[in-house]
């Protein structure tokens, strides 16, 4: 049985942004350090306290704050040789790191002045974390960089299709609007390349046509046929998974099911 199906409009679905994975990374890392302090205290049978468990670990919350920083630098200052992004990374890696760790022991003992008799002094704890965590916070803020920007490298500039062809007619070149262009096709050795208001006959293959227009427009749905999708006006089935394409002149073309990767989004 035909069917025919009448072209709309796409509609572009919206992308939701998703939570960075750095953030899930912390979150999970707090509160298995501070499950590990608990299993540590049963298994040497020590005191477990809840409030200095969860003081000590929000050295790993310092890494959300600081990692948007670092992220932030990384890309804005990013050296294109690659014998100056290494330094620069480790030298970023290292510098975050103090800071990390040097933030982390104020507020440490910012909240235990507070709560804690006696407080813990700033030297001693910097000294403990310095030694536990340094290389840590040194891998995180050398290594994040190098993945961030890995999954947020700008994409390379947008090809630019010719607005215009040249097309030689006889001993004359004219130039003809892409946008004007309805559908190519084969008549060999030839191509015939049809706009709004005329068939001009060219030598150029249906191959190098491909790579000069727009694939998102001109779509290759046959072996011997390119066509402008804009003009599209509706798509008949055949019963054995060919379709034609009726233009908006009128004109019907068919659409082979062995180019169906090419224009299978027409029926959606």
């Given at each position: 049985?035909?069917?025919?199906?009448?072209?709309?409009?796409h509609?572009?679905?919206?992308?939701?942004?998703?939570?960075?994975?750095?953030?899930?990374?912390?979150?999970?890392?707090?509160?298995?350090?501070?499950?590990?302090d608990?299993?540590?205290?049963?298994?040497?049978?020590?005191?477990?306290?809840?409030?200095?468990?969860?003081?000590?670990?929000?050295?790993?919350?310092?890494?959300?704050?600081?990692?948007?920083?670092?992220?932030?630098?990384?890309?804005?200052?990013?050296?294109?040789?690659?014998?100056?992004?290494?330094?620069?990374?480790?030298?970023?890696?290292?510098?975050?790191?103090?800071?990390?760790?040097?933030?982390f022991t104020?507020?440490?003992?910012?909240?235990?002045?507070?709560?804690?008799?006696?407080?813990?002094?700033?030297?001693?704890?910097?000294?403990?974390?310095?030694?536990?965590?340094?290389?840590?916070?040194?891998?995180?803020?050398?290594?994040?960089?190098?993945?961030?920007?890995?999954?947020?490298?700008?994409?390379?500039?947008?090809?630019?299709?010719?607005?215009?062809?040249?097309?030689?007619?006889?001993?004359?070149?004219?130039?003809?609007?892409?946008?004007?262009?309805?559908?190519?096709?084969?008549?060999k050795?030839?191509?015939?390349?049809?706009?709004?208001?005329?068939?001009?006959?060219?030598?150029?293959?249906?191959?190098?046509?491909?790579?000069?227009?727009?694939?998102?427009?001109?779509?290759?749905?046959?072996?011997?046929?390119?066509?402008?999708?804009?003009?599209?006006?509706?798509?008949?089935s055949?019963?054995?998974?060919?379709?034609?394409?009726?233009?908006?002149?009128?004109?019907?073309?068919?659409?082979?099911?062995?180019?169906?990767?090419?224009?299978?989004?027409?029926?959606?």
């Amino acid at each position: 049985m035909e069917s025919s199906i009448h072209i709309t409009k796409h509609i572009k679905i919206p992308q939701i942004g998703k939570i960075p994975l750095y953030l899930i990374l912390v979150i999970i890392v707090f509160l298995f350090a501070v499950i590990q302090d608990y299993i540590y205290s049963k298994i040497k049978d020590t005191g477990f306290y809840i409030s200095e468990s969860l003081l000590y670990n929000t050295f790993w919350v310092f890494f959300i704050p600081f990692s948007i920083i670092t992220n932030r630098i990384v890309t804005s200052v990013n050296p294109k040789n690659k014998f100056h992004k290494s330094p620069y990374n480790i030298g970023i890696g290292i510098v975050f790191s103090l800071i990390h760790l040097i933030a982390f022991t104020a507020f440490f003992v910012f909240i235990s002045y507070l709560i804690f008799t006696p407080s813990h002094r700033f030297v001693a704890i910097f000294n403990t974390a310095f030694s536990n965590q340094f290389y840590i916070a040194l891998l995180w803020y050398v290594l994040l960089p190098v993945v961030y920007n890995s999954k947020h490298t700008p994409s390379k500039a947008l090809t630019r299709y010719p607005e215009k062809l040249k097309l030689k007619v006889g001993s004359k070149t004219i130039m003809v609007l892409t946008s004007a262009i309805q559908f190519i096709s084969t008549d060999k050795p030839y191509t015939l390349v049809y706009t709004d208001d005329q068939k001009i006959l060219d030598n150029t293959s249906l191959k190098e046509y491909e790579t000069l227009l727009n694939p998102t427009i001109f779509l290759r749905v046959h072996r011997s046929t390119i066509i402008n999708s804009t003009y599209i006006k509706e798509l008949k089935s055949r019963s054995n998974g060919d379709y034609d394409a009726k233009l908006k002149n009128g004109q019907w073309i068919r659409l082979s099911r062995h180019y169906r990767s090419n224009w299978h989004l027409l029926l959606h």
